[in-house]
């Protein structure tokens, strides 16, 4: 094994010679080709908007083939392509996002010519397009009032544009004001009015990206079972529960081993619809009215420019207190549902959090996770509510003191401990503040040494501050 894996970082760290050395020549006569483009030799050269790119060239005479080699600088990867001898370009598509560079020699048989020079090009980083799951109350109850309709699914941007459609009549209803929204779900007030009927729900993020209508319907208010339905269906569910037990000793009486797997799985998946339902009904009553509070304060602070400046001070604390609120009610919501409880949605949450909270106030945030891709891992609800509420912190203080630009989180995880990394270009910690590290950074401690991680906390005046965060991970092993 360690003779291969020597071969291999040989064979790579070849490729990648070739890649740098534009004068590397085994091949007399054949001059270096002329690149037409795209890139710079200067990095990280321009960014392109198309994942579908060529790289183009001038033919060199005498030319039997052409050598084109092109690396990925993220993950370090030096691809070959082999082109024929009258082909002057070279279609690629490429990962959205990542940089890269590229150079190429003329070929005569197996032999290289001299080096073109070298360029440097990056993908433009596309928004996802949104989606739409599933919609609530579903179905909508037919109330000639406004009341709260909730569309889940994912990719939800700031700035998106809710559309509702009366398909009966043909009607279109744009710029719903939102008073929620995450980049899972979105809250509107519609008023559907009192006449049952078929709808749908388009959202559109910035850019034009759509998610395409979902259908949902309208009904009365009498076609509603009342929410005590269970009551009714009691002698059913006995009935269930004695058919269930029934065929659960049946099992058990002819495959033993099997059973404790079944029960366990059976017992996991209602826990998980419980749960799901109660993160439902708890946004529904509780989220979507504290985000109204929210908005009525962002707007109470934009009209107070004739009131006194302490109350102007006041409504913009309130403001902030609000969204605050919003921002944490949201990750417990988020933490709560069960399909948290895995690392790779756990990554993509933490992503959009910090791009959601820091692009406002101006911080670049960089986010990197290992191994890639993230193992699809089923971590404790235990896990995943305090990695929420940690990072809460750190980007609170990041937000309100660290006077940052950029914000770089790494996040990795090995067999028994996932790590969270994070490291500011701001003014650092004061030295009379670095022993304690504030009030926020001693409940940090206090919180994760609870848990039997730890807290590690480097700064300087003027270098930025790097914490790095360390949980034990405990997972049911699910891959």
Request: proline share 7%.
């Amino acid at each position: 094994m360690l003779h291969c894996s020597t071969h291999s970082i040989a064979a790579s760290r070849l490729l990648a010679l070739l890649l740098l050395t534009p004068a590397a020549s085994a091949c007399a006569g054949l001059n270096a080709p002329t690149l037409l483009g795209p890139g710079s030799t200067n990095a990280p050269g321009p960014e392109l908007g198309a994942q579908t790119i060529y790289l183009r060239w001038q033919a060199v005479p005498g030319a039997g083939g052409y050598s084109v080699f092109l690396r990925d600088l993220r993950t370090k990867e030096v691809r070959r392509f082999s082109v024929a001898w009258d082909a002057t370009d070279l279609e690629l598509t490429l990962a959205s996002g990542d940089a890269y560079r590229w150079n190429m020699a003329a070929m005569a048989g197996t032999n290289l010519g001299a080096f073109s020079e070298t360029r440097y090009f990056h993908i433009r980083l596309e928004p996802d397009r949104p989606v739409v799951t599933e919609v609530s109350p579903s179905p909508v109850p037919a109330i000639d009032t406004p009341q709260v309709f909730t569309v889940y699914g994912l990719n939800f941007m700031h700035g998106s544009e809710v559309i509702l459609r009366q398909k009966d009549s043909g009607e279109t209803f744009r710029n719903r004001k939102q008073i929620y929204r995450d980049y899972r779900f979105l809250s509107i007030r519609p008023d559907f009015t009192s006449v049952p009927g078929h709808w749908s729900v388009e959202v559109i993020n910035p850019g034009g990206l759509s998610s395409g209508e979902f259908p949902f319907a309208v009904v009365s208010p009498d076609q509603i079972p009342a929410w005590r339905w269970w009551r009714g269906a009691a002698p059913w569910a006995w009935a269930a529960l004695l058919a269930f037990c029934t065929a659960a000793w049946f099992w058990w009486w002819t495959a033993r081993r099997r059973l404790p797997r079944a029960v366990a799985a059976t017992r996991h998946q209602t826990q998980r619809e419980e749960r799901a339902r109660f993160v439902r009904d708890l946004h529904d009553r509780a989220s979507a009215d504290i985000a109204y509070l929210a908005q009525l304060a962002d707007e109470t602070s934009l009209e107070s420019s004739a009131f006194p400046p302490t109350v102007r001070e006041r409504a913009r604390e309130l403001a902030a207190a609000a969204r605050d609120a919003e921002t944490a009610i949201g990750d417990l919501l988020w933490a709560a549902d069960p399909a948290s409880e895995h690392l790779p949605q756990l990554a993509a949450h933490l992503r959009a959090q910090l791009r959601e909270r820091l692009k406002p106030h101006g911080i670049e945030p960089d986010f990197s996770a290992w191994p890639a891709p993230i193992p699809d891992l089923a971590v404790s609800a235990a896990v995943v509510g305090q990695v929420m509420h940690l990072c809460h912190e750190v980007l609170n203080n990041v937000v309100k003191h660290a006077r940052a630009t950029k914000l770089a989180t790494g996040l990795a995880v090995d067999d028994t401990s996932l790590t969270l990394a994070f490291r500011d270009n701001g003014q650092g910690l004061q030295p009379r503040s670095q022993p304690a590290g504030g009030r926020g950074l001693a409940n940090m401690r206090a919180r994760v040494q609870r848990l039997g991680g730890s807290v590690q906390i480097k700064s300087a005046p003027g270098q930025g501050t790097e914490v790095t965060i360390r949980l034990p991970l405990e997972h049911d092993g699910i891959q």
